[in-house]
């Protein structure tokens, strides 16, 4: 195995057991609800069915990303063990997170002149991230050095696919994505948007489906159109939900029998704090390899 330590953020919306299996470190985000302070730190401190009957219950929510100090005591405590770190961010065009870890790289550095500190930038979010992340840990768990797993990363992030629906407005429309015309009408007729991760790294609405039943079809319709070798692709596969595991278990079924190469288990987690502040209950989002994401 290769000799240094690979971390992300805990918006990667892994859960903790799966973090220790793969020998990812993780930085948490902030939170609010209600005006009191959490941390993302993967449902320990506040389950995600607590957060979401308290916004259900009309508690305001805010996010804040992971400050240059903190960045700068993190990236600290690995290099002083003597381990090189390669650190992956939550996606620039969600958060001003990467440009905090760029700041604190540069004054960690001077500290550490012997060691390697590479941060990147995922252009992903939520589980996507998180199947990003499963990846690098693939390269290093192989031998592949610390220069050459960012190289791949850094040219290859844009392969990794983000189809976000939900059955909820509410949250889609106090964030702005959805304008209150809109989301009123789109109640009304039972409208479920369908959004995608861009190559910036933005979540995108891209169309908008009526009842939940045509979406979920249209979610994984979107996996055959664009995955790795179409029908035949034998990838992984993250599917992640905000409290709607039967929806969640809707997608994988259909996503099973839709593509029957797929070998390894797909893997389901909760949506976290960070990404679910915004989205609120009844996302579910598919996460697979495969074209370039060029819009």
């Known amino acids: 195995m290769s000799d240094f330590q690979l971390s992300c953020c805990s918006a990667a919306d892994l859960s903790e057991e799966y973090f220790k299996e793969r020998d990812i470190r993780y930085l948490c985000f902030h939170f609010e609800v209600g005006g009191e302070d959490f941390l993302d730190d993967l449902g320990k401190t506040i389950s995600p069915e607590e957060l979401f009957r308290r916004m259900d219950e009309g508690a305001e929510t805010k996010t804040s990303q992971v400050s240059v100090g903190e960045y700068t005591d993190y990236f ?6 003597g381990q090189d770190l390669l650190h992956v961010t939550l996606s620039s065009g ?8 760029m700041i604190a790289k540069e004054i960690v550095e001077e500290e550490f002149p012997d060691r390697k500190l590479y941060v990147l ?5 939520s589980s996507g991230y998180g199947l990003f992340m499963d990846k690098l840990a693939d390269m290093r768990d192989a031998g592949v050095d610390i220069d ?23 949250y889609y429309i106090r964030g702005g994505r959805v304008s209150k015309t809109a989301g009123a009408i789109g109640t009304m007729l039972n409208i479920c948007p369908l959004l995608n991760v861009d190559f910036e790294g933005h979540l995108i609405p891209r169309e908008k489906v009526r009842t939940k039943k045509r979406v979920i079809k249209r ?6 159109d664009l995955a790795q070798d179409g029908k035949d692709y034998s990838g992984r596969v993250f599917i992640s939900h905000s409290c709607c595991e039967e929806d969640a278990l809707a997608v ?28 609120g209950p009844g996302t579910v989002a598919l996460f697979f390899w495969g074209e370039k994401r060029v819009n």
Do not use: C, Q
Request: no cysteine.
């Open 121 to 125: 930038d995922s252009l992903a979010a």
């Open 148 to 170: 050459e797993v960012f190289k791949w990363g850094e040219e290859n992030r844009l392969y990794v696919h983000h189809w976000f629906f939900s059955t909820d407005l509410t």
């Open 76 to 81: 600290r405590s690995i290099l002083s063990e």
């Open 219 to 224: 979610t994984v319709d979107k996996m055959a």
């Open 94 to 101: 969600l958060t001003g997170t990467y440009n905090a870890a």
């Open 252 to 279: 994988a079924d259909l996503v099973e029998k839709k593509f029957p190469k797929i070998t390894t288990p797909i893997k389901l987690f909760p949506i976290g704090a960070t990404i679910g502040s915004h989205t």
